[in-house]
């Protein structure tokens, strides 16, 4: 036991390592981000949408939630867990009024947990919350799409962490999509996506549309 130990410790530098060397990888887009906030500052009192390609791909996001200036810091392909790595860079300097985050579809993709991906969020609302302490911030549900179907089970045990949490913080929603993304059968609906069976088209964003307007109308 001893020696698992010590082998465990001289491990752990390596293990860090190469955690930090996988958000590496997306540091020419968050610096793309940067050069754009530097070019054209975002004003003070947007509403933040952040997270994977689901909210990258979200192009109409002034046109849906036209009552609001709206920021898109999606890069796609993130894990929850890059999202907090890079908040101090594009999430807290924005001073938002809200905050809305989806990820998690690739991170249960990845072999993590539902625990895992629980446990990202929660990091991720104790880290803007040490520079925004009352910032809204909301959870879209794991989406269910037909590319990741045999996904759907660990996908929901996470949405379900999440919401149960979500409800006994302050300011914290979890927006569930769930429902109207899946037909009769429970089984995640076609016409929702594009060819890849994996991110949406018009109608599935209508969707998500319909589930985060009212909680944006909501706050004060």
């Known amino acids: 036991?001893?020696?698992?130990?010590?082998?465990?410790?001289?491990?752990?530098?390596?293990i860090s390592f190469?955690?930090?060397?996988?958000?590496?990888?997306?540091d020419k887009d968050i610096a793309a981000f940067q050069a754009e906030d530097k070019a054209n500052p975002p004003p003070p009192g947007s509403v933040l949408f952040v997270g994977s390609s689901s909210i990258r791909f979200w192009k109409s996001l002034s046109e849906d939630f036209p009552f609001v200036h709206t920021i898109n810091r999606g890069f796609g392909?993130?894990?929850?867990?890059d999202s907090?790595?890079?908040a101090d860079r594009i999430v807290t300097p924005y001073k938002a009024r809200a905050i809305v985050v989806y990820a998690g579809d690739n991170d249960i993709m990845g072999g993590d947990t539902p625990q895992g991906v629980f446990d990202?969020?929660?990091?991720?609302?104790?880290k803007v919350r040490k520079a925004q302490p009352n910032v809204p911030i909301?959870?879209?549900?794991?989406?269910?799409?037909?590319?990741?179907k045999s996904l759907m089970a660990p996908m929901h045990q996470a949405n379900d962490m999440i919401k149960t949490w979500?409800?006994?913080?302050?300011?914290?929603?979890?927006?569930?999509?769930?429902?109207?993304?899946?037909?009769?059968?429970?089984?995640?609906?076609?016409?929702?996506?594009?060819a890849d069976g994996l991110h949406m088209n018009r109608q599935g964003y209508d969707i998500w549309v319909a589930k985060v307007t009212p909680w944006l109308k909501s706050l004060h």
Do not use: C
């Open 166 to 194: 979500a409800a006994t913080q302050k300011n914290v929603a979890f927006l569930d999509i769930w429902p109207d993304m899946l037909d009769k059968n429970g089984q995640p609906r076609p016409e929702l996506f594009i």
């Open 138 to 148: 909301a959870f879209i549900a794991i989406k269910p799409s037909v590319a990741r």
């Open 84 to 86: 907090v790595y890079f």
């Open 18 to 26: 190469a955690k930090e060397n996988a958000h590496g990888v997306w």
């Open 120 to 126: 990202d969020f929660k990091a991720f609302v104790s």
């Open 1 to 14: 036991m001893k020696r698992l130990l010590i082998v465990l410790f001289l491990l752990l530098p390596a």
């Open 77 to 81: 392909g993130s894990d929850l867990d």
